[in-house]
């Protein structure tokens, strides 16, 4: 039986909130959204600076405390981007430390005599450093999408921070609270399915960034019986998947995700299936990133799956190579080596090219490459190599240049294997030229791999991959 063709799933307001804080504003600071011009930022902070200055104070009970982290909100919703910069600045200021306790206690910790006197200077240095900045943020508790709102501001913040290095204080004691407020022990690990409430379905529609839901009828396909998704979700955003991942059941591992994602294919019966295919993973929260929860998601969803179907062997993923024809772009226009003389005149010579040094990037250039078998041929194993070359051995300083292989690899799963023009989508051949990794998780391994890649760089790969680089 073909994947069913359904009616779309109805719809829910995915900016609900985002209005009602617009609409907040707009009734507390008539005209806050409109361009800047001359005083406007200047205004704003008058306005805001009453209310910072009432809440680093403490004054009032929590619902005095409620109603002026719902005005500070608004406000802060309501602005554009470089009146978040000036309030988030003038959070930094007015939430600093007392400059004077700092200076004390780091006078007493030069001068502590014994473990004692330094232990009692550390006391007061810590308290010193406990800026009223974390206070502050924890009022926002109070809201109902308090929780969401931080977590969009530290985006906000993210963003700044390039152009505003003054913030990065407030991003590390805003980290701090997030990574203790999203500790993986109050994370819900929760399967997606047709039935999930429809706020939820929607944002799995809008925060899926690696291959783009197109229609309901998509997302039907991709959480038929044949497939599974999981997210982590938080108590107080029980509507916001943080990360999730899309699964395919199948026997043996796909070699193109426009075949995995064909709307028009037989589902499979999950019973029979021996690979479960990770094709997607997405981080749901831009004010998240940098706070993992990839490592512990796939974890749990294994022995979920192991659980619920034992016949399964292999969990491998079929991802993206994003970086691969830029690097690749980049090192020909430069005329940097990227294969060894003999075999890029090898090539040239397949292909009655005169000049080896320019043979590999005027293939790439003749738009007909994919499906002219002559050009295609010879560019396989030419690609193939470089794109090996790219994943194991590109560095930036101590990372990969490969985003996805250093999640993977950092996860503890090992390089599996390379697919040719695994996805000939506009976005697959701009990103990779079709290339597509897979990378596999054995769950007695995933420990040895991460510590190993951690420790020295170890990058874990099959022969097949390895040969590659020969």
Known sequence: ???????????????????????????VFPGLGAPDSGGATARLAQQ?????????????????ARDRAERIAAIYRGADTPQRAAILNLITREFAPDRDQLEQAIAAIQVAGNDAELSQAEAWLRVALDAPRAR???????????????????????AALPQEPALEVLRVELDGLLESWFDPGFLELKRITWNSPALVLEKLMAYEAVHPIESWNDL??????????YAFFHPRLPNEPLIFVEIALSKGLP???????????????????????????????????????????????IEDLRRDLPRLQ???????????????????????AALPEAETAKFAQALGHPDPRTAIADALA??????????RGALREVLEKLCARYLLREKYGNQLLDPVAQFHLNNGARVSQLFWLADTSPRGMRQSYGLMASYRYDLAEVDANHDR??????????????????
């Not at 809440?55 to 929590?62: C, D, I, P, V, W």
């Not at 502050?136 to 993210?158: I, S």
């Open 1 to 27: 039986m073909n994947r069913a063709v359904s009616t779309p799933h109805p719809l829910s307001a995915f900016e609900r909130m985002h209005h009602w804080w617009s609409r907040l504003a707009a009734s």
């Open 48 to 64: 805001l600076k009453p209310l910072l200055e009432e809440s680093r104070a403490l004054r009032g009970g929590e619902a005095s």
């Open 136 to 158: 502050f943020f924890t009022q926002f508790n109070l809201l109902p999408e308090g929780v969401k709102f931080l977590v969009d501001l530290r985006a906000d913040l993210l």
């Open 220 to 229: 039907r396909n991709r959480l038929d019986t044949d497939r599974r998704c």
């Open 255 to 301: 070699a193109s995700v426009q075949l995995l994602l064909d709307q028009n294919a037989p589902v499979q019966d999950p019973r029979a299936a021996d690979t479960a295919v990770f094709y997607s993973i997405s981080n749901a929260q831009k004010g998240l990133r940098g706070i993992s929860f990839g490592n512990l998601l796939l974890k749990r969803v």
């Open 314 to 336: 292999i969990f491998a993923t079929l991802s993206p190579v994003p970086g691969f024809r830029q690097w690749l772009d980049r090192a020909l226009a430069d005329g940097r």
């Open 366 to 375: 003749r738009p007909e490459w994919p499906t002219d078998a002559r050009f």
């Open 453 to 470: 890649f951690l420790r020295d760089g170890h990058i874990p790969a099959t022969r097949r991959v390895l040969r590659l680089l020969a």
